[in-house]
């Protein structure tokens, strides 16, 4: 059997690995565009706050590849699949073939089409080599004026880092609040005052108009009409799934790639995973793209297992973040917000403490943690596998409480795991 992984991050390895739990003697091929070997993407900002180098981020050993007898084609770009004849072709002339083909080609920076768009010195952060370029040119030129556009998790690693390394940056949210899809706007205010007083300053409810420059950025433009110097702009405004090969071949896209609890596509034979595919998500009750890196994890596994002839559905999926923002912790599953109608949410908001969980009837459909997150990982199990949690509502505000306890009363089973 010959199995083709297109993207080398946290869906196609997991997914090599699956793979060759099941089958110890079929090729495998990993394909990815970057050169490097496949890092923790969620840490590249700790190599540019001067935290940690490359080899420090490497999501596996050296001689990983090897030991899985993995043929990895790095540094060069897929540009079109041909599902009928089986075959993957390379920018550079060369042809692979698959009997079973993983999409994991990940998701790419969605930047602002605004005047001096073109202008050298505007940037996204996703990969390694955005990270290693802006910390040289912050290393080459001390004091260089920056602004980070965008109120999301890379948006604040990326500010935190740049202070971290004694510069100065301005934050330019669109929204009323930072953090706005991961935290609700009482949470992202204890996270606001924490930067306030680090030194960030944050422009809220104001998005960018303009570069200005000539070749060169100098400046950007608010809509308020607000000028800020700027030689570096980092852009982190969101992601956007990768469907070129997808549609290419003629796939069922929505806002990603359409998969089955199997991982499968519409064409058979052709699987995807992670932040390019949209499975159910059984908090929002509809397909849905979760581009988180535990997400990424489980369907790879999936979609590796199925790829070797298993028959195993993915995990459930839904959203869930957790980060630590200049000492401290924050962290949200499912809904950040009640809807209106059948939801309530039940809060404790005590100093440096902010504990929300939001319910629908008897079950638990999301929670926002500042302070102490230990907790997160058995509300996503809870909403995950949408198990009654009622009793949390009485639980809440208690300082210590046993959740392995809560758990066993609602899957016994687990006393037996």
């Keep these: 059997m010959r199995y083709l992984i297109i993207g080398n991050s946290a869906a196609g390895v997991t997914a090599a690995e699956a793979i060759r739990k099941i089958d110890t003697k079929g090729e495998i091929t990993i394909v990815s565009d970057e050169p490097y070997p496949a890092y923790s993407r969620i840490f590249i900002t700790n190599?540019?706050?001067?935290?940690?180098?490359?080899?420090?981020?490497?999501?596996?050993p050296?001689?990983?590849?090897?030991?899985?007898?993995?043929?990895?084609?790095l540094g060069q770009k897929v540009v079109q699949i041909d599902p009928a004849n089986h075959e993957a072709y390379l920018e550079k002339g060369a042809v692979l073939t698959f009997d079973r083909l993983l999409l994991a080609t990940g998701a790419s920076p969605q930047l602002p089409s605004v005047p001096g768009s073109g202008l050298r010195g505007i940037t996204g952060m996703r990969t390694l080599a955005d990270a290693l370029e802006v910390a040289k040119r912050i290393e080459d030129t001390p004091g260089l004026p920056v602004v980070v556009v965008g109120g999301g998790l890379v948006s604040l690693k990326v500010t935190e880092a740049l202070i971290g390394r004694g510069g100065e940056a301005t934050l330019i949210v669109k929204s009323p609040q930072v953090l706005s899809?991961?935290?609700?706007?009482?949470?992202?205010?204890?996270i606001q005052r924490r930067m306030a007083d680090a030194g960030v300053t944050i422009r809220l409810g104001c998005d960018l108009r303009a570069y200005e420059g000539e070749g060169e950025l100098e400046?950007?433009?608010?809509?308020?009409g607000q000028e800020i110097a700027a030689r570096l702009a980092i852009v982190a405004k969101g992601v956007r799934p990768n469907l070129e090969l997808a549609q290419g071949a003629g796939l069922h896209v929505n806002q990603g790639i359409v998969v089955n609890p199997y991982q499968e596509t519409s064409r058979e034979g052709i699987y995807a995973a992670g932040d390019v595919a949209e499975a159910y998500d059984p908090v929002r009750q509809q397909g849905s793209v979760n581009a988180m890196w535990p997400n990424a994890v489980f369907q790879g596994e999936a979609a590796g297992l199925n790829m070797a002839g298993q028959r195993v559905a993915c995990r459930p999926g839904t959203r869930v973040n957790a980060a630590s923002f200049l000492g401290l912790q924050a962290a949200s599953v499912g809904r950040v917000r009640p809807l209106d109608g059948d939801e309530e949410e039940v809060v404790v908001n005590r100093e440096g403490y902010y504990h929300k969980l939001v319910f629908r009837e008897e079950f638990l459909v999301g929670?926002?943690?500042?302070?102490?997150?230990?907790?997160i990982g058995h509300y996503r199990w809870l909403i995950a596998e949408q198990k009654p949690a009622h009793f949390l509502r009485r639980e809440l505000g208690r300082k210590i409480y046993n959740f392995s306890a809560y758990r066993l009363q609602v899957a016994p089973w687990c006393r037996e795991a």
């Design 47 to 60: 190599v540019l706050a001067g935290k940690a180098r490359p080899e420090n981020i490497l999501m596996r």
């Design 62 to 73: 050296p001689g990983f590849y090897e030991e899985f007898q993995i043929k990895a084609v």
């Design 181 to 190: 899809q991961m935290l609700d706007e009482r949470a992202a205010g204890i």
């Design 219 to 224: 400046a950007v433009y608010l809509e308020d």
């Design 367 to 375: 929670a926002v943690i500042v302070g102490d997150i230990r907790s």
